[in-house]
């Protein structure tokens, strides 16, 4: 087991439960490859009770393995930037990214991303630690990220996405009333051809499963509250539009009146997921960002 005390982003602390084999614990028990354990072996990074322990020796129950952690430090330039970190530990680090902010560094947007930020958040902390995203957002999408501080952790996490065992939800202003106070829309994704961004919904696509329920109707918009079954690119963009109810402020599927919003109207404000290594509950909310709150009060002003 993990006793959370025990635990540091740079080690990785488990106590045997029964009598085994190191390498098969570390395998079935820790999740690590056959790779990852040859590597262990080489640089001597596994200890049982404090001293070195080849892989291939048996432990007892009671035991204590300890796997150390060595990273790469972080290659993105650090930045102080203005977004919000929810939620530290050895594992993960919750992060509220404000809208217009790219998750990770690209041709066009070289810095002021969530990697600048985390990294400088990661200095600060005079740890050494790489930073991988669990999940991301759109540039144009406010809300929850998880960054993931080392190759377990992330592993694990992407798992538990991968299995549908995250529970990530959504908040969303659309144009129209709609109609159905909850539903389900199961229409499959496709992207017409390799270097087109906007997605459609066609039958030769990926099955894709939005769950939502309304939060409140306006005059001509409506509060919804999205949650994902699967993770598709734009799937909550796409399906909304799909249905006639397209986000405001949307550029490629939905509708933009630039004196209501600047951007779409969709903020990723609940997740949901079990810490990697105790498999404790965790669960984050980040708070509906300004500019939405303006467009619902706007939208009020206008019934």
Excluded: C
Aim: glycine share 6%.
């Amino acid at each position: 087991m993990f006793k959370k005390e025990l635990q540091k982003y740079n080690l990785m602390s488990y106590t045997a439960e029964e009598d085994g084999v190191l390498k098969e614990i570390l395998l079935d028990k820790l999740g690590f490859s056959v790779r990852s354990i040859s590597k262990m072996k080489r640089e001597r990074t596994v200890n049982v009770n404090g001293e070195y322990r080849k892989p291939t020796l048996d432990v007892k129950k009671g035991d204590l393995i300890e796997v150390e952690i060595n990273e790469d430090m972080a290659n993105f330039e650090p930045q102080n930037l203005e977004m919000g970190i929810l939620y530290d530990d050895f594992d993960i680090i919750m992060v509220d990214k404000p809208p217009y902010m790219v998750v990770h560094p690209t041709k066009s947007h070289f810095d002021g991303t969530v990697a600048n930020g985390v990294t400088d958040f990661i200095i600060k902390k005079d740890e050494k630690v790489k930073v991988r995203f669990v999940n991301r957002l759109d540039m144009n999408t406010s809300g929850l990220v998880i960054v993931a501080k080392n190759a377990y952790a992330h592993h694990v996490l992407s798992t538990d996405m991968s299995e549908n065992l995250v529970e990530k939800k959504y908040i969303a202003v659309v144009k129209g009333v709609m109609k159905e106070d909850k539903g389900t829309i199961d229409a499959p994704i496709y992207r017409p051809t390799d270097d087109s961004i906007k997605r459609v919904v066609d039958e030769r696509g990926q099955r894709s499963i939005t769950h939502y329920s309304v939060i409140e109707r306006l005059d001509d918009a409506t509060v919804v509250e999205l949650k994902l079954e699967t993770g598709r690119t734009h799937q909550i963009r796409v399906h909304l539009a799909h249905l006639g109810y397209g986000i405001i402020g949307d550029e490629l599927y939905g509708y933009v009146d630039e004196n209501l919003i600047k951007r779409q109207a969709l903020h990723a404000y609940s997740l949901k997921f079990k810490q990697p290594r105790t498999r404790e509950d965790l669960e984050f909310k980040a708070e509906i960002p300004d500019d939405m709150k303006e467009l619902i009060k706007k939208l009020k002003m206008e019934e």
